[in-house]
């Protein structure tokens, strides 16, 4: 599968090295319109925040040289330094972003707090990337933080918040960009009042979400082209001034002139620098989309265009208003040559529209690894390419994000404001990104703590300078990304807790291994022909809600496989590894468990073909038990606990134990096998696939090879397998409804009774029932108090 780049997402990153310097030049290429749109657009806007307020009063061209200064310092501290020397190097298999440093801390110290994580998953190929993780001497810091609960999960709540607030970018990105990019007509001779400008700015960002199910990918072509004749323009424009209006601007790059700015400004230029750092918003799209791309095509496109660029055009706007002070409100567009005017105008619109577009599918991935730790509520996950790994659509998110940011746009209708609020949340994620590198310095790269405090007491004295001035514009627009991390914070983390409980009532409940036994093969109930599929999130042990069935109603299938379908910390699990087979009881009762697992940025699809790879995998297992005489000799000792990789390379390879051939779509049961079916109810299904032809599925037919070397036993085995197969599939998933303990708290009443009940209720059921035929489904209601 490729991915958004063309590229494979299982690569090593560094296989992308400068031996391969034209795919990479490709890919810097293509990185212009999905990682740098948000960046390259911020021009639009800094001089006019930053010179507000107070600062008003400082307007000369001391003040404006140093305004400068502090932009040059800032994008070469914490872009160029921080970023493409320093976070590129902390991939994850070539994954970059917060949940990308999170993975890796999970992996290489014991801070993870996924309920149903097992010794198997240690052994996937993706989870022993980087530095060995057995080197035997773990510090004293990295024990205590593993043997204390509150503080993993102090450590989950910071990588959350800092979701939140990449969140809060996609509301507040399209906003500021557009309301920025259609202030231009105000410079014009005709100005549109006020409320036609901003009903102009809500026409388009109500089209931009409303293109979002299309997928970037339609139009992905457009979007280099656009950022780089953009970024051609605004270099353009940049030497212009330089030459027409003041060439001695150049000389502002010394960090003299911060200490001039200062000694001038006061504590105003202080409460200024929320102004400044709008100039490094979108840097984190650097890190954050790097899966997309390779570290060396992102370094390669910074260095050597955007950040010349961006240099040269605040350098050229800097010129301008130190011979034009009354233009500051609109720095950029009055700085711009009257012949070009138009040109420049509709490119920056365009622009600002493709920077808005890629913050809002980075939202969405955001939303998807969320998910995948157990964080955000199920919600439908639209896969708008075959072919580009990476590009997703989720309509309920996708109308969020549009009500909330028309609410923004609307309600403030200054990007003044707008960016406050924007420039506090960029930082924060900045801030917590330092933190997380930090971490990963002593626990991944296994450098010294020295080097590590080095590393986060230097960037966050400079981040920590501008978060505070950021934080005093809190009553002035800067609480709007406060308020929307609080709420998606309490979403998530009722969903997080509410999610455990629920696990630990199973684990708890889990039916007992030795009343199974006790039971016989026959369970002591009717053992009917066909299959039965129960899903359960517990990696290990029977589900209650087995026990709850056959309670009820005593009759199950004559093969059971209990399917847990589960995430990993993990940016990606190989085809080869997905599937984790085991035996739950001796081999009379025909009873397996199979393991799905799927990393955080995997795309689950469902082809159809589940049942296909199930039967393969488990023949697979039962010819490997089979051939492990040491497994047969302690079987007896231990049936719930071992398993096996079983690789599931290709349908046109299938288990070697079982030949396949397609067959006609209809009922192929022969007269030899019994169906658990009676004529009554083949006759029903016949009907319901004639009346919903779309949830009729490629069948298949299975054989056991002719073998003179098979046991007998095995080949019984398979023979059972095979038949049961033939006589039908069936879903069995548990309807569970969560209640508190009525001597709970009045708090947990609250979060599991009314939040996490309500969540529930409203999100989407889990994936691998969406593309269940209603007629093979059973649904086990069960409450459960925790």
Known sequence: MATESGVSPHRNPSQLSWANLPRNLILAYQSFGVVYGDLSTSPLYVYSSTFIGKLQKHKNEEAVFGAFSLIFWTLTLIPLLKYVLVLLSADDSGEGGTFALYSLLCRHAKFSLLPNQQAADEELSAYKYGPSMDSGNSSPFKIFLEKHKRLRTVLLVVVLFGASMVIGDGVLTPAISVLSSMSGLQATENKLTDGELLLLACVILVGLFALQHCGTHRVAFMFAPIVIIWLVSILSIGLYNIIHWNPRIIGAISPLYIIKFFRITGQDGWISLGGILLSVTGTEAMFADLGHFSALSIRLAFAVVIYPCLVVQYMGQAAFLSKNLGSIPNSFYDSIPDPVFWPVFVIATLAAIVGSQAVITATFSIIKQCHALGCFPRVKIVHTSKHMYGQIYIPEINWILMILTLAIAIGFQDTTLIGNAYGLACMTVMFITTFLMALVIVFVWQKSCLLAALFLGTFWLVEGVYLSAAFMK??????????????????????????????????????????????????????????????????????????????????????????????????????????????????????????????????????????????????????????????????????????????????????????????????????????????????LRSMYEDEYPQVRRRRVR?????????????????????????????????????????????????????????????????????????ISLIEVGMIYYV
Request: hydrophobic share 40%.
């Open 702 to 774: 299975f054989q056991v090879m002719p073998s003179s070397g098979m046991d007998p036993s095995v080949r019984e085995e398979l023979t059972d397998l095979i038949r049961a197969k033939e006589a039908g599939v069936a879903y069995v998933m548990g309807h569970s409804y969560v209640k508190a303990r009525k001597s709970s708290s009045f708090l947990k009443k609250l979060a599991v009774d009314i939040g996490y009940s309500f969540l529930r209720k409203n999100c989407r059921g889990p994936a691998v029932a969406l593309n269940i035929p209603h």
């Open 474 to 683: 809190v009553p002035q627009g800067g609480w709007v990304p406060l308020v929307l991390a609080f709420i998606f914070m309490i979403v998530m983390y009722v969903w997080h807790y509410g999610t455990c409980r629920k696990y630990n009532f199973d684990l708890h409940n889990k039916v007992s291994l030795k009343w199974l036994l006790g039971l016989g093969p026959s369970l002591g109930i009717v053992r009917v022909p066909g299959i039965g599929l129960i899903y359960s999130e517990l990696a290990t042990g029977v589900p209650a809600i087995f026990s709850h069935f056959v309670t009820n109603l005593p009759a199950f299938h004559n093969v059971l496989a209990f399917v847990c379908v589960k995430s990993v910390p993990v940016p990606h699990v190989s085809p080869e590894e997905r599937f984790l087979i085991g035996r739950v009881c001796p081999k009379p009762y025909r009873m397996y468990r199979c393991i799905v697992r799927y990393g955080y940025k995997d795309i689950q699809r469902d082809d159809g073909d589940f049942e296909n790879q199930l039967i393969q995998s488990i023949a697979e297992f039962i010819q490997m038990e089979a051939g492990d005489q040491q497994a047969s000799a302690s079987e007896s000792q231990s049936y719930d606990g071992r398993m096996a990789v079983i690789s599931m390379q290709n349908d046109c390879h299938p288990s070697p134990v079982l030949s396949v051939s397609e067959v006609e779509d209809f009922d192929f049961a022969e007269p030899t096998i019994q169906s658990s079916k009676s004529i009554t109810l083949q006759s």
